[in-house]
């Protein structure tokens, strides 16, 4: 969410950010809206000191005993108290759409982050190690995993559909062997607080991180029907005037009314643990003692992925439930760029713990997510593809998300709070993990050797072949 007092103080600024994302100016009308806005706080303003002033008068009159001109006086109160309302939902009505406006325009890109349309204009921004030269024919994940039979498509497909796999024996282990390397590494050497937070939450904790309204199809839904006592009653009260009255027949009536307007909980399945773990200082005043808060998890994650039709549909590069290891950082504005590089830091070393190669990739402003104002890709060499792949995406979002969750921290030497700014980045993809070891462990006969790494949470595995 933006400020609106800073895109007042600061129009062409605003217009120019947003043109660097290919975006038209949005200023004019932001401003136009907030005038209006504001014209309408001051005319309330007036009126209510106008209302408290007269009614002063009122009393000063009554004690006066001039009757006609309290008569008089009272009118006016009754006159303003009657506009005020109008006032106040044309206010409400204008702040609301200020607010839908704002929610609807993504963050500013830093003044770092390289121009570009699209990923062809990201730069390279370092790399790990060396493309690895196998001495035959790589095979794609799917065909090490399919082939080995511990990962099938095919009994997903019939229990939830596409996009949806079913590990099994060792790959299933080491899926879980790779989260624990992760969790591992990153509580115990790059000072994370590991958190085990909800995967379902409400609308606005996705508001606050971003991925509504905007993004909602993009998203899993939740919803269930839940029994209202007191719409039960009322329904029946209903139902039974209505029986009295010779026009239902009572319980049946009171069946279909119910039915036919049931009380709904929605949820959402999270896309990312940067939802919960961002959310948990929202509405929050958090001690700038307690800053930088570093965390981390493993979660369950959801996408629906309504924008990718027909891309990746074979393997497990795109799937609707996948797991990750994620990273968020609560920090100050000043510590938020150092906090930054450490994340990308962090994510890059459980990578080269794994002995991957990779490349870090500064995506440029038509590449970058919504909520991010600069964001780092690394991308792991997959061997069956003959290509990158994003693996890990480390995001400073600055103060957009602490604004829409209204998340500060008091420092030092300020009189008021102030937004903190917030991070978050992959920490890896476990499940993109799993495809780069396959790939970049895999032997000719088929089999997959376990990276060193990982061999102390395989129980003595050190090869993945057709009998595990």
């Known amino acids: 969410m933006h400020d609106i007092k800073w895109i007042r103080e600061n129009p062409e600024a605003f217009d120019k950010a947003l043109a660097r994302r290919g975006l038209s100016a949005e200023s004019r009308d932001l401003l136009a809206l907030d005038e209006k806005r504001r014209a309408v706080i001051a005319k309330l303003q007036t009126m209510q000191e106008r209302r408290n002033a007269v009614s002063k008068e ?21 006159s303003i108290k009657d506009e005020m309302p109008k006032l106040e939902a044309e206010q409400q009505a204008a702040e609301m759409r200020l607010e839908e406006i704002l929610a609807a325009i993504p963050n ?31 095979k794609l994940h799917f065909e090490i995993g399919e082939a080995l039979g511990l990962m099938d498509f095919e009994a997903a497909s019939k229990i939830s559909g596409a996009r949806f796999v079913v590990l099994k024996g060792a790959l299933a282990r080491l899926e879980r062997a790779l989260a624990q390397l992760f969790l591992d590494t990153h509580t115990g050497e790059h000072g994370y607080m590991e958190v085990n937070p909800p995967v379902l939450v409400r609308d606005h904790a996705m508001f606050g991180t971003a991925q509504l309204p905007k993004f909602a199809d993009d998203q899993f839904a ?39 307007h049931p009380r709904t909980d929605n949820l959402w399945l999270i896309p990312t643990a940067e939802v919960p773990l961002t959310n948990l200082v929202r509405e929050d005043i958090t001690d700038e003692a307690k800053l930088p808060m570093r965390l981390t998890a493993c979660t369950p994650c959801f996408r629906a992925e309504a924008g990718a039709a027909g ?65 780092y890709d690394i991308e792991v060499w997959l061997p ?4 990158y792949r994003e693996i890990s995406s480390c995001s400073n979002c600055g103060d957009f998300q602490a ?9 030092k030497d300020a009189k008021s709070p102030r937004y903190v700014h917030t991070l978050n980045g992959s920490g890896v993809a476990v499940g993109r993990a799993l495809i780069a070891v396959l790939e970049n462990y895999q032997n000719e006969d088929g089999s997959v050797t376990i990276p060193e790494a990982l061999k102390p949470y395989m129980g003595g595995l050190t090869k993945i072949t057709k009998a595990n």
């Not at 770092?112 to 790589?138: C, M, Q, S, W």
């Open 58 to 78: 009122v009393g000063e009159a009554k004690k006066a005993k001039d009757e006609p001109r309290a008569q008089k006086l009272m009118a006016e109160v009754a």
């Open 311 to 375: 891309k990746d549909t074979r393997g497990m590069i795109r799937q609707h439930q996948f797991t990750k290891v994620e990273l968020v950082t609560i920090t100050t504005p000043e510590q938020s760029a150092e906090e930054h590089e450490r994340m990308l830091t962090s994510a890059e070393k459980v990578l080269q713990k794994l002995g991957l190669h990779y490349r870090v990739m500064t995506l440029c402003t038509g590449d970058m997510g919504f909520a991010s104002q600069k964001t």
């Open 222 to 260: 939740a919803t269930r029907q839940i029994f209202d006592y007191e719409r039960w009653v009322a329904t029946a009260r209903i139902v039974n005037e209505r029986s009295r009255n010779g026009l239902s027949s009572g319980d049946k009536e009171f069946e279909e009314i119910y039915r036919n």
């Open 108 to 138: 500013l890109p830093a003044a770092d982050v390289p121009d570009g349309k699209d990923e062809t204009g990201n730069k390279e921004y370092r790399r790990h190690g060396n493309i690895p030269n196998l001495a035959f024919k790589p």
């Open 384 to 387: 069956g593809e003959n290509t």
């Open 403 to 411: 604004r829409r969750m209204n998340a500060r921290y008091r420092a």
